[in-house]
Every structure is written in structure tokens, then in C-alpha cells.
């Protein structure tokens, strides 16, 4: 029988194989990430039917003769190249830019795919829809910080982020090296008086201010509770009331200019007169106003100021309930260069007040800070054993010497808070993917937590690769181990979220290679038909 028979019949046989590969190219046109495959063909073994002669003397070589036995695929490619990327609305369909696959489960074996259009089921798996495997990652603790197991994706959508207490607030801002005093005035609160050269008098809410002298022979006796508005005005309205209860009824107390108390006595002389709080205050030295002569005057011996400046601090206790924590500054005017003095005010129990709510802030020559970076403000906004834990909050100004915190400058004010770490509680309320990967919850209370991460995959050889169907393929011997790690390391892509990677089969290629394909078959098929054709002939030699 003749050879080329059974090469004609070989070359059939392979561009058929060949046509399944384009059929499949072309099928798979708008399938998700699908990647294109080729068929090519090498030739199988020749007969031998003269062998190769070297040269001799007087003689040149000569060349073999040989006869093909046809032809045999040589092999079937996958063809990685990158898929166009199509934007989607939906924030879980993930396209990888580069090199690399997501990794899926079964709960028994892995597979890798590009195809990226993943769902949430009813678990909180994220999953692959069109079979139910489940996404490989890392999942994150409660903290936030990533494990380094792959597990399966799976976010609780009803899970809650408790409140976490106020522990840090930091500062940033300048304070106006040119301010002028701002003196007190009627309608100042006593909680936020500060004295003439800048010093907080620090009364507290529930404090109890006694007034004691004579007004001629008879006792001064009186008293004001410090309450949350009780200002200047209350002050001079209670020491007149008890001073005229003493007197004949026509001394008065008014607020002065720069803040200072004045008292002027009636018909009687007003002896030893004094204003003591039984607070742990710093009240005493600005209350003793000394004797008065009848129809005289007297004054504090010194006056009062209203904060230069104030700024607001939201923190939350541990059952996270917003505190306010209110910080007046007042630059000190008794010769102490650059130097400012503070004070906070914050919610708490009468009785209780808080520690470490004063401090002072000196500043270099350049207005960087000096000194006072840092002090911790301690309060109790429900009492003690009731409500919320007592709060600790280290307020911090500033490194020394540097310009990253509070700054004096010749420059407005704007002294405000740069952060504060605690939060209320909240709820799972959405998520977003990032390039590399990772999956954030944004919580209902503005809080944004880690919650996984989606890996990528990467192989030694990824054309050695199983098809599995479904988009997905499996490991294999000549593939290498997956080398798992985050997006846009290590050779790997980055991954695009609310994209899908289209199909990279090319359409005119394709189209190409059906009419190469085609007419190989045709010639085979016309090989076989001319041997067909001469084998008669031979047989008709008998008649």
C-alpha cells in the first residue's frame, strides 16, 4: 500500500483536532477570562531508503533519502496573554492585571481561575456562583491583623464592632504667638477662668465657694455651688447678697474690666472679707479681697481672663458614648517666655473631679515645641463603680522640637485634634476590595477593619496547567507548586476590583486559522483521492 495513504490519513486525522481547537477558541469568545488555546503539528518518523555517503577520493558525498510517514500534533497550547478588562458595578467581580490566579475550593480539592465574577452566598462565603466553590484567603482576627493559613473567605454580615474607649488624642495646629489677653467678663464660666497671667484657677463642677468677714460687727456668712453655668455674673450676685444680708443692704459687687472683683461698702466697714473654695483649686489666691473702709472700695488683688483660645475633642467611653473634652489655652503674660497654659474640662460626677485636666506648653525660639508634649487626663463621666469605666486619655501636644504636633507661630489660631483612636460600636455596613487584595468592612460607626484577604497564585510553568472546566484549572506535574502570596508581589499582578477580564481569544486570528485549517484538510483529503486513484490503476494492470 502506498505511504502517503496513511500520511493523508494522518493529516486528516490532526487538523481535525485542529478545527476542535479553533471551534473551542471561538465558543468561548465571551467567556470570563477564558484563555485561547493553539495546535500545532510536527512530522512523525521517515523511511530511510538511501543512506548518507561520505565524500571519497574523486567522489563527493552524497545525501540520504528519506520518505515522511506523516505528521502528529506536536502540542496544544494555552495562550496566557492578557484579556481586555470590562468595568462592572459589582463590587465583588475581581479581574487580575498581570500574572496569576485566585485560588477556589471544594472543601477537598484546590483550583485556580482568573475568572474573577465571585458572590457572597448566604453563609458569607464568597464564592464562585456557577458551582459553589469557595474562595481561598486570609481571614483577619478582631483586631484586624491577617493569619497566614488559607482558609476560606466567609464574612459575618451581621457581626458587630464593640466600642472602644479613648486612650490617645493627638494635636496638631499653631497657637498665635501675638495674642492679646482676653480678660473675663460677666457672663465668663468660673469652670474655664483662668488668672491674670494665664494660670488656670481650676474650679470644678460641685466645688462650693464660702464667703467669711464682717460687715461691721456681724458675720459674712454665704455661699455659691459651682455648677456647669455658673459664670462671673452668679459669683457677684452671691457674695453681694451676702454681704448686704450682713450690711445695710447698699453694697455692691461688680465685675471690673480686667476681670477683677470690685466691692464697694456701704455705711459700715467691710473686714477680712474672703472667698475660699473647698475645692482642690487654686481659687484661694485670687479670692481675698481685705478690708474696706465704709463707703470705700476694695478689689481682688488680681484680675481674671477668659480662655484665648478653645478646641474640642470627641472621645467615647467603653461603652462607647461620645465625652466631649473641651481644651482652653491661655497664653501666660506674667514675663514667662513663650509659654501657654491649658485647661480641660470634661463630663464627671460632683465630687469627683479630674486629675491631669491642667498642663503647660512652652515652645522653642523657632515655635516648635519644647516642652509639656505630653499628660494623661484622667475622669470618670459616670461616677465611680456606675456606667462606663473611668477614662484614661494621654494627650499628646507634639515631639519635642519638632513641628508635627502644636506650634507657636505669629499666625492664627488653629490648634485642633489630629486623631483620637476610641469609637462607639457599629455594624458591618459594606466592604470594599483594594489592588492587593484586601477586603475592608466599613462599619456603621465610620470605623474601616481588615477583614481578609484574597491571594494570588502563581506557577512555574503555567502552561503546564490541567483544564478543569468552569473557568478553572488544577495543578500538574510539569506546572510547579502554587506560589501563593499578595497581589502585586513577587511576579504577581494586581487585582482590579469591579472588573471582569474578558476572553483574549482574537476573532480575525481565529477566522485565519479555520481557513488554513480547512484547506490542510482539503489537501489531505485530495492526497488520499489521487492515491486512491493510482492504486487502481494498479489493479486495472491485470486486465
Not at 76 to 89: E, H, R
Not at 109 to 117: D, K, L
Not at 397 to 416: E, I, P, R
Request: net charge negative; charged share 15%.
Amino acid at each position: 500500500m502506498m505511504r502517503s495513504l496513511f500520511s493523508a490519513v494522518s493529516g486528516l486525522r490532526n487538523h481535525q483536532v485542529q478545527m476542535d481547537v479553533i471551534g473551542n477558541n471561538i465558543a468561548n469568545v465571551n467567556t470570563v477570562a477564558f484563555k485561547s488555546s493553539r495546535c500545532l503539528f510536527q512530522d512523525m518518523l521517515s523511511q530511510t531508503l538511501k543512506a548518507a555517503g561520505g565524500p571519497t577520493e574523486g567522489r563527493g558525498g552524497t545525501n540520504p533519502q528519506q520518505v515522511g510517514l506523516g505528521m502528529r500534533i506536536s502540542s496544544i497550547d494555552n495562550i496566557f496573554t492578557q484579556g481586555n478588562l470590562m468595568s462592572t458595578q459589582n463590587k465583588t467581580d475581581l479581574a487580575i492585571e498581570g500574572d496569576g490566579f485566585f485560588i477556589l475550593s471544594d472543601g477537598e480539592s484546590t483550583f485556580y481561575t482568573r475568572a474573577g465574577n465571585f458572590k457572597f452566598d448566604i453563609e458569607g462565603n464568597l464564592v464562585n456562583p456557577s458551582n459553589g466553590y469557595i474562595v481561598q484567603g486570609y481571614m483577619a482576627d478582631e483586631e484586624g491583623f491577617l493569619g497566614k493559613t488559607l482558609q476560606n473567605i466567609q464574612i459575618d454580615f451581621s457581626q458587630r464592632l464593640p466600642a472602644k474607649p479613648t486612650d490617645e488624642v493627638s494635636f496638631v495646629g499653631n497657637l498665635n504667638s501675638d495674642a492679646e489677653p482676653t480678660y473675663a467678663a460677666s457672663n465668663t464660666l468660673l469652670i474655664k477662668l483662668f488668672d491674670e497671667n494665664g494660670n488656670p484657677i481650676n474650679l470644678h463642677i460641685g466645688d462650693t465657694i464660702n464667703f467669711s468677714g464682717k460687715v461691721g460687727t456681724t458675720d459674712i456668712n454665704g455661699s455659691l455651688k459651682v455648677e456647669e453655668t455658673t459664670n462671673l455674673s452668679d459669683l457677684v450676685y452671691a457674695l453681694q447678697a451676702a454681704i448686704r444680708a450682713a450690711g445695710d443692704g447698699t453694697e455692691t459687687v461688680t465685675v471690673q474690666s480686667d476681670g477683677s472683683l470690685q466691692v464697694t461698702a456701704g455705711s459700715l466697714d467691710i473686714t477680712n472679707l474672703k472667698m475660699e473654695c473647698n475645692g482642690n483649686t487654686e481659687f484661694n489666691s485670687y479670692g481675698n479681697i481685705g478690708d474696706i473702709a465704709a463707703e470705700g472700695t476694695g478689689s481682688t488683688p488680681e484680675g481674671s481672663r477668659a480662655p484665648d483660645y478653645t478646641t474640642f475633642v470627641t472621645a467615647y467611653d467603653s461603652l462607647g458614648k461620645p465625652q466631649i473634652i473641651t481644651l482652653y489655652f491661655a497664653k501666660d503674660t506674667s514675663g514667662v517666655s513663650n509659654t501657654w497654659h491649658w485647661l480641660a474640662t470634661v463630663p464627671y460626677k460632683e465630687g469627683s473631679p479630674p486629675s491631669g485636666d491642667t498642663g503647660t506648653l512652652t515652645f522653642n525660639s523657632d515655635g516648635s515645641l519644647a516642652t509639656g508634649d505630653q499628660q494623661q487626663l484622667t475622669f470618670d463621666p459616670d461616677g465611680a463603680n456606675e456606667g462606663a469605666d473611668e477614662m484614661r486619655v494621654n494627650l499628646r501636644f507634639g515631639t519635642k522640637n519638632k513641628f508635627d504636633g502644636l506650634t507657636q507661630f505669629a499666625a492664627l489660631f488653629s490648634a485642633t485634634v489630629k486623631e483620637q483612636n476610641g469609637y462607639p460600636s457599629g455594624t458591618l455596613d459594606d466592604i470594599s476590595i483594594d489592588e492587593a487584595g484586601i477586603i475592608t468592612g466599613i462599619f456603621t460607626n465610620g470605623v474601616n477593619r481588615t477583614l481578609a484577604q484574597i491571594p494570588i497564585a502563581i506557577f512555574s510553568n503555567q502552561d503546564g496547567l490541567y483544564k478543569k472546566g468552569d473557568n478553572l484549572y488544577q495543578q500538574s506535574l510539569n506546572s510547579g507548586i502554587a506560589q501563593v502570596g499578595q497581589a502585586g508581589t513577587g511576579g504577581r499582578g494586581s487585582i482590579v476590583p469591579s472588573t471582569l477580564e474578558m476572553s483574549n481569544v482574537d476573532l480575525a486570528q481565529s477566522f485565519t486559522e479555520i481557513i488554513v485549517a480547512q484547506r490542510g484538510f482539503q489537501v489531505n483529503a485530495r492526497v488520499i483521492t489521487a492515491s486512491d486513484q493510482i492504486l487502481q490503476e494498479l489493479v486495472n494492470l491485470k486486465r
